[in-house]
């Protein structure tokens, strides 16, 4: 039988990462943030730190130079799947994963990644000014952040917050906190869906294996709320969009 910690960890186990993103989306977001051999990368609210993993191994190593990455995350579970990925990648002499509030951290680096992780330090316009302290003059921040592509109903505020900004809105925002926008995308429906199924997929394929369980009814009847919630209140009204922001 499955234990709870096992479904925790089924939750995630089909995301790649923890945001509506593409692998060709990726690798663009990864040409416009262009890590230079021998950089320093920081990502703030990593999870398991798929992204900073790639990031680091696009940096790769000249010479004596080597790439190096910091993932900062209070979630002990996603940061023990990132150290595992580092150590499969023959990245883990490089990559180090950090229990510790993103909020908190001092040490500035030549890329900075924070993807869904706004709220760690108080919101959108909190997080886009404390992030510049760590990036310093001819670094790059990678920042993916809700925005309302609709406005919002009441339900999804409730939701998602009062913070979060229509993406003109954003775009200035980022620009009133200092930063030059290098690139703007935004994540499309299909990634969006895919997404939100892959979240949760872990789940769904338990039940289906599991119809027997004492906990079935409870996990169904959440995947159940879930769905419904996406379709009907948040989906084509919640956007998420990635900046490439330099300084
Ligand atoms: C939506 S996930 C995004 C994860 C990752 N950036 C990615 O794109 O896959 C948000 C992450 O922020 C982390 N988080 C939330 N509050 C935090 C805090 N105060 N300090 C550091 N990380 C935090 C969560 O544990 C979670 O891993």
Redesign the pocket.
């Known amino acids: 039988m499955t234990s709870i910690d096992d479904l925790a960890a089924i939750r995630y186990a089909r995301?790649r990462?923890?945001?509506p993103?593409s692998e060709d989306h990726a690798d663009l977001l990864l040409d416009r943030l262009g890590v230079p051999a021998g950089a320093r990368v920081l990502?703030?609210?990593?999870?398991?730190?798929?992204?900073l993993l790639r990031a680091v191994a696009t940096g790769g190593t000249a010479g004596a130079l080597r790439t190096t990455g910091v993932g900062?995350?209070?979630?002990d579970a996603?940061l023990a799947r990132g150290r595992a990925l580092a150590v499969e990648r023959s990245l883990d002499a490089q990559v180090t994963f950090v229990e510790?509030?993103?909020?908190?951290w001092r040490e500035p680096a030549d890329r900075v990644?924070?993807?869904?992780?706004s709220?760690?330090?108080g919101g959108t316009v909190a997080a886009l000014d404390a992030l510049t302290e760590l990036v310093p003059s001819g670094g790059r921040l990678l920042f993916?952040d809700g925005y309302w592509e609709r406005p919002p109903t009441a339900e999804a505020v409730e939701i998602f917050g009062e913070g979060i900004l229509p993406l003109a809105d954003l775009v200035e925002q980022a620009r009133a906190s200092g930063w030059r926008v290098l690139h703007l995308s935004t994540a499309d429906q299909r990634e969006w869906d895919d997404f939100e199924a892959r979240w949760r997929a872990g789940r769904q394929e338990w039940l289906l294996e599991n119809a027997a369980d004492p906990r079935a009814s409870e996990v169904r009847a959440e995947l159940d709320a879930q769905l419904r919630q996406y379709v009907g209140v948040y989906r084509g009204v919640l956007g998420f969009a990635y900046l490439v922001l330099g300084r």
């Open positions: 995301m990462w923890n945001a993103l990502d703030l609210g990593c999870g398991w730190g798929e992204l900062v995350d209070t979630n996603d510790q509030e993103a909020a908190a990644l924070c993807i869904g992780a709220h760690a330090f993916g």
